[in-house]
């Protein structure tokens, strides 16, 4: 008896597969088992085959990478057959890369695709770049864009794997544009809106760049995601989710979408102090990270379906009511979709003013009726069983999958909701979620109620009733075009064309210049907006703990919001004025000696070993200081630092001895008096 074993010899590509067959001579039996260097069906080192011979390589070939592919008979374990197989490195795919627009100076490019390993590098321009693999699908790095290569108008890139041998993938190539579209200031200043605040590197990536084509690669970078607890994990602690939030907001491409998100969060309120769990919140970040950018109805429905909201509002296990035993439909969720996510609580026009009766009394939005129609359109929803469970009503939480619905716990009778809209009886749980969500999405305080939220998260507590009409128009419209560039689907709510109308309006672009603006634009920055645009101007690194407790400090405890009108009410008004300051309700005199502790820690000691500042760069130039004040009113202040300001930091600066550490002292004092001011404090 013999077996032989087709091909003979094989170059098997990681990730790939290779059919081989094998031919047993001089007996009946044909049957075979399959192994790979020994080892029965092979294993994720070595690569698996299977039953039919069906030889699927390991991603990453293994050292050495060469191996034996075997067939021995089922009658004879004596009878084996070999091939001889060398392993290549994976032929990687590029999908999509951002930016994909470009101006001179730095930039980190990251690169989307699959089969990437270890050693891939990025090859910008013809040059082979240090990378950083972040996943088998997404590689990143650093470049600088030089002179040449932007006014060349192209750039081509492509990944290549060098180990054991050099594979390349397909080439893509980056738009590259010289030349200034925006000044620094606006640049700036539109950066401390749409992002967790200013770099010099992205700020002159603005200025060549423009705004749109910013937008546009935002809406298309990666995402930079949230990691689910292992094994051995603590469930109960809070505080990798923290780190990943700040190293995501202060380092992370996708800042468009991480600060989107963040509004998110804080609309759509759920709190540790309720759900605290780790798996809990995990997913309920990435969900607002994943639908940041589709449409705001989607939001809806993935935020009333999410297990951490279901544990927070009371949604998940919210039974149909019975007379009989005196249970009635929990209303705590269709009543805070209604105040607080969707529609608001009066009646508003479409620039957001209200709407009022022959009394000139505001109008209610819903009655109680409305409110406990909307509980028992909801119910019948609930944990999905965890492996191994097969628990029917109610379940016990697990937040491993979205809500699912059971139908004997859901309410079938009619419901009357928003405008007289009914939900006819006998629905299915779904229906009646849709038909609800629905009913919500096309009322019309809808736009102006959601378009100002929005508008606060980004850009100022206090759009005019112009500004919000804008925007409930692009929200109604689900398309925005500025500058021959259009934003979204052309569908009700899309998020891309809202996001970009809040922050390309003409309200929140006036003040771009200095000299322009209003004296009640801009809003407050939160703890979490104030730490990070300081830690971002100055370069800092960070393992994301020290944010954690500095913004606790400050009152803004990360992920622990209140209550459900989340960290603030965006209806807080500020003490002795008639303006918002949604913020303003974290701030006070014992929450104000924090901001200036940090930044006493932050500009003349130590923030700890996790979180280190080196103020070098500014020490470099601080000899001249009018170059270091243009310098840090650019990034800290959008070019807006007011006259006196100027002119009293500059004494400030001139009374230090001269010495070795006079320009060090420079810089140190210049910041703190910068970050400790009023101007620094709002966001203009």
Same mark, same amino acid.
């Given at each position: 008896m013999a077996v032989s074993v087709s091909p003979a010899t094989a170059s098997v590509h990681g990730a790939d597969t290779q059919q081989f067959t094998a031919t047993v001579t001089n007996s009946t039996n044909t049957a075979v088992n399959w192994s790979v260097n020994g080892i029965a069906g092979g294993d994720d080192t070595v690569g698996r085959i299977n039953a039919?011979?069906?030889?699927?390589?390991?991603?990453?070939?293994?050292?050495?990478?060469?191996?034996? +592919?075997?067939?021995?008979? %089922?009658?004879? %374990?004596t009878a084996t057959g070999n091939s001889a197989v060398t392993l290549l490195a994976p032929i990687p795919v590029v999908t999509s890369m951002s930016p994909t627009v470009v101006g001179t100076g730095n930039i980190v490019v990251t690169v989307s695709g699959s089969k990437f390993i270890t050693n891939a590098q990025i090859v910008f321009g013809g040059a082979a770049l240090a990378t950083t693999l972040v996943?088998?699908?997404?590689?990143?790095?650093s470049t600088t864009v030089t002179t040449a290569q932007?006014?060349?108008?192209?750039?081509?890139?492509?990944?290549?794997?060098?180990?054991?041998?050099?594979?390349?993938?397909?080439?893509?190539?980056?738009?590259?544009?010289?030349?200034?579209? !925006?000044?620094?200031?606006?640049?700036?200043?539109?950066?401390?809106?749409?992002?967790? *605040?200013?770099?010099?590197?992205?700020?002159?990536?603005?200025?060549?760049?423009?705004?749109?084509?910013?937008?546009?690669?935002?809406?298309?970078?990666?995402?930079?995601?949230?990691?689910?607890?292992?094994?051995?994990?603590?469930?109960?602690?809070?505080?990798?989710?923290?780190?990943?939030?700040?190293?995501?907001?202060?380092? /992370?491409?996708?800042?468009?979408?991480?600060?989107?998100?963040?509004?998110? =969060?804080?609309?759509?309120? +759920?709190?540790?102090?309720? !759900?605290?769990?780790?798996?809990?919140?995990?997913?309920?970040?990435?969900?607002?990270?994943?639908?940041?950018?589709?449409?705001?109805?989607?939001? /809806?429905?993935?935020?009333?379906k999410d297990p951490a909201m279901g544990a927070y509002q009371d949604i998940a296990n919210n039974d149909k009511a019975n007379p009989t035993t005196g249970v009635s439909c929990n209303e705590n969720y269709g009543r805070e979709l209604m105040q607080l996510f969707t529609i608001g609580i009066w009646q508003l026009n479409q620039d957001g003013t209200l709407k009022r009766d022959a009394q000139n009394n505001p109008i209610p939005t819903y009655d109680q009726t409305v409110v406990e129609n909307n509980a028992c359109a909801l119910?019948?929803?609930?944990?999905?069983?965890?492996?191994?469970?097969?628990?029917?009503?109610?379940?016990?939480?697990?937040?491993?999958?979205?809500?699912?619905?059971?139908?004997? =716990?859901?309410?079938l009778n009619a419901k009357t909701l928003l405008n007289g809209f009914t939900l006819p009886a006998g629905q299915t749980t779904q229906q009646d979620l849709t038909g609800t969500l629905d009913n919500l999405f096309t009322y019309a305080n809808m736009p102006p109620h959601v378009s100002r939220l929005f508008i606060q998260q980004f850009v100022t507590s206090n759009?005019?009733?112009?500004?919000?009409?804008?925007?409930?128009?692009?929200?109604?419209?689900?398309?925005?075009?500025?500058n021959g560039v259009t934003f979204g689907s052309g569908q009700r709510g899309d998020m891309k064309a809202l996001v970009a109308a809040v922050l390309l309006d003409p309200e929140a672009r006036l003040a771009d210049d200095p000299t322009l603006g209003t004296a009640d634009e801009g809003k407050l920055r939160e703890p979490v907006l104030f730490?990070?645009?300081?830690?971002?101007?100055?370069?800092?690194?960070?393992?994301?703990?020290?944010?954690?407790?500095?913004?606790?400090? /400050?009152?803004?405890?990360?992920?622990?919001?209140?209550?459900v009108f989340s960290y603030f009410s965006p209806d807080n008004m500020i003490s002795g004025s008639s303006l918002l300051g949604p913020e303003f309700q974290l701030h006070n005199t014992a929450t104000a000696f924090p901001r200036a502790n940090f930044l006493n820690s932050f500009a003349y000691g130590s923030l700890g070993s996790g979180t280190?500042?080196?103020?070098?760069?500014?020490?470099?130039?601080? *000899?001249?200081?009018?170059?270091?004040?243009?310098?840090?009113?650019?990034?800290?202040?959008?070019?807006?630092?007011?006259?006196? /300001?100027?002119?009293?930091?500059?004494?400030?600066?001139?009374?230090?001895?001269?010495?070795?550490s006079q320009n060090l002292n420079r810089a140190r004092a210049a910041i703190y008096l910068i970050g400790t001011s009023s101007q620094f404090s709002v966001q203009r």
């Open positions: 039919s011979g069906l030889y699927t390589a390991p991603l990453t070939p293994p050292a050495p990478n060469t191996l034996t +592919v075997s067939a021995t008979s %089922a009658a004879a %374990a996943s088998q699908n997404t590689v990143m790095a932007a006014q060349a108008g192209t750039i081509a890139v492509y990944v290549r794997n060098v180990s054991p041998t050099v594979e390349v993938s397909n080439t893509t190539s980056i738009r590259s544009m010289a030349g200034n579209q !925006v000044s620094a200031f606006a640049a700036s200043r539109f950066l401390s809106q749409a992002t967790f *605040g200013p770099t010099f590197d992205q700020i002159t990536q603005i200025q060549q760049i423009g705004f749109e084509n910013f937008l546009q690669d935002q809406f298309q970078a990666p995402v930079s995601t949230y990691s689910d607890p292992g094994p051995l994990d603590d469930l109960s602690d809070p505080s990798t989710l923290q780190r990943q939030f700040f190293t995501n907001a202060l380092f /992370m491409p996708d800042q468009l979408r991480q600060r989107t998100s963040f509004a998110l =969060h804080k609309i759509w309120a +759920v709190s540790w102090v309720v !759900v605290d769990r780790w798996d809990a919140f995990a997913g309920y970040l990435r969900m607002h990270q994943n639908h940041a950018f589709t449409n705001y109805r989607t939001i /809806m429905e993935n935020v009333t119910t019948g929803w609930t944990y999905r069983n965890a492996p191994g469970r097969n628990s029917n009503w109610p379940r016990p939480q697990y937040f491993g999958g979205q809500l699912e619905a059971v139908e004997s =716990h859901h309410d759009p005019s009733p112009a500004y919000i009409k804008r925007i409930a128009d692009v929200f109604v419209a689900g398309s925005f075009t500025s730490l990070t645009a300081l830690l971002r101007a100055v370069g800092a690194r960070s393992d994301g703990s020290r944010p954690i407790s500095d913004a606790t400090n /400050m009152s803004q405890r990360l992920l622990y919001p209140p209550t280190t500042v080196d103020l070098t760069p500014f020490a470099n130039i601080a *000899g001249n200081i009018p170059q270091l004040l243009d310098s840090l009113n650019l990034v800290l202040l959008n070019g807006r630092m007011s006259t006196q /300001m100027r002119t009293s930091i500059t004494t400030a600066l001139n009374a230090i001895p001269a010495g070795t």
